[in-house]
């Protein structure tokens, strides 16, 4: 399922504006060969390496080719490793990366707190390190960091779930004509060793809370802690199997159903659609519920138009895989990367400089113009549900 994103969604425009100040600096030879199969010598450039977690999931494909493909249009040769979301794999894979020489790396991490042997090899060969979307923590070797206004993405999810049941408008208002409720949410949060899951199940809780609290929303499990709703490694088995076991212990009487689910990200809502459809919801009278999500992924974006799925939210990977870009040659040039939050990100040992992107929540009624017409996906990819190779 990879494919040359840049490529196919015309981001070659990266190598204009604040890149073009990199590919003169680097001689704008072209990419390097390398570890990461780019043509060319790559003298000028270097190698970065380029960690990456797994391939499991449409995001993270996209992700390495978008960053591969700038740095390799900065003039810099690249080693791309996906680690199958494999501590072990991915800590082997640094390693190797720093021994054949990178001269910076550009990280996301399975296990943000596994990764302080390699940091520590990292910051002994004066090797930056740019942690990618997911905090690295317990480490002072991390220089920087790129990510997504995460508790922002948190709100955002909370916001489109009050939406979507009828409690809030459309500009994230208490609606006029709200129904009465109550009504019966269940909550999941993404992967403990993730630091965003942290920042995304606060950010939604901060809207939800004060709905609980004056029982306008009822969690009939009673599963509100991060720690008990949270699904290891974000998978979708995982998130489905939650669903089933909540279904056969809080639902299974009939005379309650689920009317909302708070879902951080498209591959768990994808999870719990499954298991509420095997339960019968979305047929005759038993109405799927409000489910969110996140990434905006193909495969859910199909499904938000089938009205299984009720909302998204759209990090544009491609300004992440941007940003990335960005701040390593700022760093290979010698200069320090722009941070536009410097307070935020506190990895237990430090602050990490950070530069924070926006986002979107996308739910049918918008979702042409954010996904379609931004080029972000094709209308036949929305169609199939499946990206184009």
């Known amino acids: 399922m990879a494919r040359k994103l840049w490529a196919k969604r015309g981001l070659a425009a990266l190598a204009t ?10 001689g704008g030879e072209g ?3 390398g570890a990461g199969g780019g043509g060319g010598d790559g003298e000028e450039g270097g190698l970065v390496g380029v960690a990456m977690p797994t391939q499991t999931y449409e995001r993270w494909i996209a992700d390495g080719d978008a960053v591969k493909t700038g740095l390799e249009e900065a003039g810099y040769d690249v080693d791309l490793q996906f680690a199958g979301d494999d501590i072990p794999t991915q800590q082997s894979q640094i390693e190797a990366m720093i021994s054949k ?83 019966n949410i269940e909550l999941f949060a993404g992967s403990p060793d993730d630091n965003n899951a942290g920042f995304f199940f606060d950010g939604a809780m901060s809207v939800l809370q004060p709905y609980i609290d004056d029982e306008t929303l009822v969690v009939p499990s009673e599963q509100t802690e991060f720690g008990t709703v949270a699904i290891q490694r974000w998978e979708q088995e995982g998130a489905q199997s939650r669903m089933e076991d909540l279904l056969t212990s809080t639902y299974s009487a009939g005379d309650t159903n689920v009317d909302g689910v708070l879902a951080p990200a498209d591959v ?14 979305g047929k005759g009278d038993l109405d799927m519920p409000i489910i969110t999500g996140q990434d905006a992924e193909a ?18 990977t491609r300004l992440l895989a941007e940003q990335a870009v960005t701040a390593a040659t700022s ?29 979107v929540i996308v739910t049918e009624d918008n979702l042409e113009a954010e996904l379609v017409e931004s080029g972000y996906l094709t209308e036949d990819e929305v169609a199939s549900g499946q990206v184009d190779e």
């Open 31 to 33: 990419a390097g060969g």
């Open 268 to 281: 768990l809502s994808r999870g719990i659609i499954t298991a509420l459809e095997n339960s019968g919801y």
């Open 101 to 183: 020489g990178a001269e910076a790396l550009i990280i996301a991490s399975i296990d943000g707190t596994a990764l302080g042997s390699q940091l520590e090899q990292a910051a002994a060969a004066d090797i930056p390190v740019i942690s990618y979307d997911r905090l690295i923590r317990d480490s002072e070797n991390v220089d920087f960091y790129v990510t997504f206004d995460n508790y922002e993405v948190g709100v955002q999810q909370g916001t489109s779930l009050l939406t979507g049941l009828g409690v809030l408008d459309e500009s994230g208002e208490p609606a006029a004509d709200a129904p009465e409720g109550p009504f």
């Open 331 to 359: 760093f290979l040039e010698g200069n320090e990367p722009e941070a536009n939050d410097t307070e935020t990100y506190e990895n237990g040992v430090k602050v990490v400089p950070s530069y924070l992107l926006p986002t």
């Open 299 to 316: 495969a859910s974006a199909k499904l938000i138009v089938d009205g299984k799925q009720y909302s998204t939210i759209f990090k544009d």
């Open 17 to 26: 504006g604040a890149m073009a100040v990199s590919l003169a600096a680097c």
